[in-house]
């Protein structure tokens, strides 16, 4: 691992810019954290509400076994240590839309302590983020403060949803590393199946803490950028951020500690208005719920159940199929193209290091752009795994030029039909006889004797001109090696 | 004939098993008795049309024969910090104004279940915080108790002082209350009724307006311990519905009530004598000895070294967890709306205006305690010594089996002669509070009176969930104290 | 430990109850009263006691993932001060 130096060079000299990122992630129960309401996007105001969730007088929470196990499978994702004995504390502030007063959650006892997440950069190091902890929380409903100018309207349909809050170390140093994070968390999480990771939803938010200071020295002053919901805003905000706070510090000033909102109409960060920067909390722990206990059973039985984790099933990729690590990287990022690769595969007719190097490059390339064309998932993709090995199979045994494979794979995205029908409508086979390529080829030098002169006496780019004309003639289903085989050997005569 | 209103819930319920009346003749005495009552501000809510219809229904059950509920066509009252499905709950406070429940409490539904009918809500210190009833938001509750040849009023005690009243009045045949740092025990002692706390996670807290919920627990006030025994045994459950609900099964705690307590040690705590303690509460507590003695049981000094500390600890526990369970109450979406400008103001005039004075001044407390810098010397400490406070009594009962006490330190006082300071008035619960906090049972029992005719009440403490091993010793003390036979001479009502 | 005039304001402030200036002094009086009560509690010795965070002899019981609750929007708002469109009303918060 590599320290990379990512200063940024001010007017008075270099800053580090120092981030540390806390991931809320709505976990996929059907119900809340505490109580038995369906936690659906969407639904219509307070619908999705119990007495519970609404904080009435003597009401009382139950906790969700699903969103336990969920908290102790995202741990072991993160290679983190899972806790035995949790406590749930109230966090208690006013604002209206948490109707208890308070809100319940860990402090200091959570149910997951320090793990790690790795990650990968563009110039392929892998960076290691510690992460300090998990703990499970429950979100609040929402206010709505743009439809009338003076009243602001509280639906409670989020309020107990539940949520793990990830903290990671301030181990950040740049904008491409808090993407990279956020990008494999989300990965994580949804190959867990532990959360949805839709950002746009906000299923998954992050606060983004953001300090600078002269390098080697002790951390800054942060500023902390609530509820940043894409990967593009926290590029977005972090930058402006850094800019922001340099310029004062530039200037001499110092920094507030203060909590920011992300304004994505301007690509700026502002401070919040009439919050009490500092709030005090008043931690206690929750009177109505005993200490959380896991048993060596339960965390033993929620182990042998996870599935086969990214970062495992990269080195599998590697070690298996002898997949370059940026390859392999991509492929077992998301659980979803891991499924049609292997797929695929499962229908590749012979499977070599070669065949399957050709898949790979053909979901990487091909696939991804017609997929980010169109705005589509790759669960939605028009090629389907199968026809996309068929395709494969049809190259790999020289069936058809990789050249017109591409328009092949173009009519198999439009037209959803299998490959050897479009071939064979088409036509499209690749000639491989070498005797009516011969014949082709004489043609060819034969209406350009000129041509063959110049060649023969030391002009060798012409050679492919004479491709291409052998190209047109053929309509480019000539198997390349074979004619420039021929056409090398008739040339030399 | 004994009048309807002055019968035990027993023999009410062995009246209506012999036809001897009909529930509904039951409860028509007693929604009468109510309103020949009323002067003593016992209930906040009445609800005769309601208590009529239950108690046709019973009357029907009854005719037919049909499996008996245990309580049918009872008549009782229910304090008013129970949630009752669309019957007004107030908490006795301005804040829920005209707050009706969309649910209802577990405890409350159990005695429906059981065939209780309901004569209305009771009236108690607001947010259950007080023991005298004087911080209610409807009025201070008048104890039926009287001195001859004066007409002083005395407080029925706190905090389910309506509860008590109720049922020393002839009101209600048995009424519910709750109890966090002595709210049955020491109103029942000022009345001269039967008060009990079970143990905590006894009943379910599902419903109950919750004020510290690490000590609320819900109980019976009642005319005798067999009522209580009968009336604990419909209250409590497991409820799965609250996580600090005991799975323990629920005995018949009736058939507990054997009267022998040959052989059984009980504990006399020596810190228990507390500065101050008046000379006829001592006389009575060596009374109860005697008493205890005479009936075959062995008597023990025990120490339960940490008690003078139990009251200024849970004076930080109770108004700390008060704090948090009380910001609820913001006028967002039930209760009393004191309109603002801005959000911030409508929490500060709403609850400015709805809570009183004593509910303040704890939630203050509650929130200084818990605030930034003050948590480790405040919460933590007082968490620490309230275990300290447990393990005294564990310790002492691998000694002695259960433990006896004073109830009260002092005998009721009279409204208006009440202690302003506050600290004085929450000495009103130095003997009862140590039990709130190790979480285990305790039963008042009446067992004597002042020079001037005031009601003095006994106390058994016993381990968790050995309610009834303490009902059974209560039982055999007001066997020995003759305590209602000696009231029916001295006692007047309004 | 004694709080002052700016404490009590600080406090009720966290507790969100405006106290008139009239009771001010009155109610510090009380607080720093019961306060000082309650500093006898430094007297105890609690080196090595562990804090009784609950006095349930339960583990925690838990709920399965059911849909089983809420869907009443109309007794969720049954006792609201103000309502409209299905939503709890307040006077607009600026963030």
Not at chain 1, 415 to 426: C, Q, R, S, V
Not at chain 2, 214 to 236: F, H
Not at chain 2, 348 to 354: D, I, M, P
Request: proline share 5%; hydrophobic share 40%.
């Amino acid at each position: 691992m590599s320290e990379k130096n990512n200063y940024i060079q001010g007017k008075t000299g270099p800053w580090e810019v120092v981030i540390g990122l806390e991931v809320h992630a709505q976990i996929t129960s059907k119900a809340k954290l505490f109580s038995g309401a369906s936690t659906v996007f969407g639904g219509d105001p307070n619908t999705q509400v119990s007495f519970i969730d609404a904080g009435f007088p003597g009401m009382l929470p139950l906790i969700n076994n699903f969103c336990v196990e969920q908290a102790i499978k995202t741990g072991f994702g993160l290679n983190a240590q899972i806790n035995k004995i949790s406590i749930f504390d109230r966090k208690n502030y006013f604002y209206a839309d948490l109707p208890q007063g308070y809100q319940i959650s860990q402090h200091l006892y959570p149910i997951v302590g320090k793990g790690y997440l790795e990650i990968e950069l563009e110039d392929g190091t892998v960076k290691r983020i510690n992460i300090t902890r998990l703990h499970l929380e429950q979100d609040a409903g929402k206010s709505i403060h743009d439809q009338h100018p003076n009243k602001s309207y509280i639906d409670l349909n989020r309020s107990g949803i539940a949520l793990m809050e990830i903290v990671s170390e301030p181990d950040i140093r740049s904008v491409e590393e808090a993407q990279a994070y956020i990008k494999k968390l989300r990965g994580l999480l949804r190959y867990l199946g532990t959360c949805d990771g839709n950002m746009e939803q906000g299923s998954l938010r992050a606060d983004v803490n953001v300090s600078l200071r002269r390098p080697g020295e002790d951390y800054g002053t942060r500023a902390e950028i609530k509820n940043v919901n894409s990967v593009r805003f926290m590029g977005q905000a972090i930058t402006y951020e850094i800019q922001r706070q340099m310029e004062i510090l530039e200037n001499g000033g110092q920094i507030d500690q203060e909590t920011r909102l992300f304004d994505a109409s301007k690509g700026i960060t502002r401070s919040m208005r009439n919050k009490e920067n500092a709030h005090d909390y008043r931690y206690f722990p929750d009177p109505d719920l005993p200490p959380l206990v896991l048993s060596d059973e339960e965390i033993e039985r929620i182990r042998a159940l996870l599935p086969e984790l990214p970062d495992a099933k990269k080195a599998r990729f590697i070690r298996d199929y002898q997949l370059s690590a940026y390859d392999a990287g991509v492929l077992s990022s998301e659980l979803e193209t891991v499924s049609y690769f292997e797929t695929a595969l499962k229908h590749l007719k012979e499977a070599n290091e070669k065949s399957i190097k050709q898949l790979a490059n053909w979901i990487i390339g091909e696939l991804f752009a017609a997929l980010n064309r169109d705005s589509l998932l790759i669960e939605a993709s028009k090629v389907s795994p199968q026809s996309l090995a068929e395709l494969i199979n049809f190259i790999y045994e020289g069936t058809i030029s990789g050249r017109l494979a591409k328009d092949i794979f173009t009519e198999m995205w439009e037209t959803g039909e299998h490959p050897d029908k479009i071939i064979n409508a088409k036509g499209l086979v690749q000639v491989s006889d070498e005797g009516e390529i011969a014949t082709v080829i004489e043609k060819i030098l034969n209406e350009n004797q000129d041509k063959v002169m110049e060649y023969q006496s030391g002009k060798d780019k012409l050679f492919g001109f004479f491709v291409g004309q052998v190209m047109k003639v053929m309509q480019g289903k000539g198997n390349p090696t074979i004619i420039n085989k021929v056409l090398l050997e008739k040339l030399k005569s | 004939m004994t009048k309807l209103t002055e019968l035990t819930l027993c023999e009410a319920r062995d009246g209506l098993v012999n036809k001897q009346f009909s529930a509904q003749e039951l409860t028509q005495a007693h929604i009468e008795k109510i309103e020949e009552t009323r002067a003593l501000n016992a209930y906040i809510t009445e609800t005769p049309d309601i208590a009529l219809k239950m108690a046709q229904a019973s009357d029907e059950k009854l005719a037919k024969k049909e499996e008996l509920r245990p309580l049918e066509g009872l008549p009782i009252g229910i304090k008013d910090l129970f949630c009752t499905k669309d019957i007004r709950t107030t908490a006795a406070s301005k804040i829920l104004d005209d707050y009706k429940p969309q649910y209802e409490s577990t405890v409350t539904q159990n005695l429906w279940d059981a065939g209780a009918v309901l004569l209305g809500k009771l009236n108690l210190d607001e947010f259950a915080m007080g023991s005298s009833n004087l911080t209610s938001a409807y009025g201070p509750v008048i104890s039926p108790w009287k001195i001859e040849g004066n007409d002083r009023q005395f407080v029925p005690g706190g905090s389910s002082g309506g509860s008590v009243a109720a049922v020393a009045a002839g009101s209600a045949l048995a009424t519910t209350g709750t109890d966090t740092g002595g709210s049955i025990r020491q109103p029942a002692a000022f009345a001269g009724i039967v008060g009990l706390k079970p143990t905590y996670g006894r009943c379910s807290r599902y419903g109950i307006v919750a004020f510290a919920s690490s000590l609320d627990q819900a109980g019976p006030l009642t005319k005798d311990v067999r009522d209580a025994a009968l009336m604990l045994k419909i209250m409590a459950s497991h409820d799965p519905k609250d996580a600090t609900s005991a799975t323990i099964p629920v005995p018949d705690f009736e058939k507990l009530l054997s009267g022998n307590i040959s052989k059984l040690k009980i504990g006399i705590p020596k810190e228990y004598r507390v500065e101050g303690l008046n000379p006829e509460i001592d006389a009575l507590w060596a009374q109860g000895i005697e008493w205890l003695k005479s009936a075959g049981a062995e008597i023990q000094e025990i120490s339960l070294p940490h008690t003078k500390y139990a009251l200024p600890t849970y004076y930080i526990l109770a108004p700390a967890e008060a704090s948090s369970n009380l910001a609820r109450y913001d006028g967002v979406r039930f209760g009393l709306r004191v309109p603002g400008q801005t959000l911030d103001e409508l929490y500060e005039l709403t609850r400015a205006e709805g809570f009183g004075k004593e509910v303040k001044r704890r939630i203050m407390i509650g929130t200084y305690v818990l605030s930034a810098g003050y948590y480790d010397a405040y919460y933590l400490k007082a968490q620490k010594i309230r275990r300290l406070i447990q393990q005294d009594f564990e310790e002492a009962f691998k000694k002695v089996d259960v433990i006896l006490t004073p109830t009260t330190p002092t005998a009721a006082f009279a409204i208006g002669e009440e202690p302003k300071d506050p600290v004085t008035m929450y000495m009103n619960d130095v003997l009862t509070v140590p039990a709130n906090l190790a979480g285990i049972p305790g039963l008042s029992v009446p067992a004597s009176f002042t020079k001037e005719g005031l009601p003095l009440g006994l106390q058994i403490l016993g381990p968790a969930f050995e309610e009834g091993r303490i009902l059974n010793v209560g039982y055999v003390l007001e066997q020995a104290a003759q305590f209602k036979e000696k009231a029916l001479k001295l006692r007047t009502s309004t | 430990m004694t709080i002052d005039i700016n404490t009590v304001h600080k406090i009720s402030r966290l507790a969100r109850i405006k106290i008139p200036e009239t009771e001010v002094e009155s109610l510090k009086g009380d607080l720093n009263r019961i306060l000082g009560w309650i500093e006898q509690l430094s007297e105890v010795n609690t080196d090595n006691v562990q804090p009784l965070y609950n006095i349930s002899l339960e583990n925690m019981p838990r709920r399965e993932d059911q849909i089983n609750d809420g869907n009443y929007s109309n007794a969720i708002l049954a006792n609201a001060p103000e309502a409209e469109f299905g939503m709890f009303v307040v006077p607009k918060v600026v963030e």
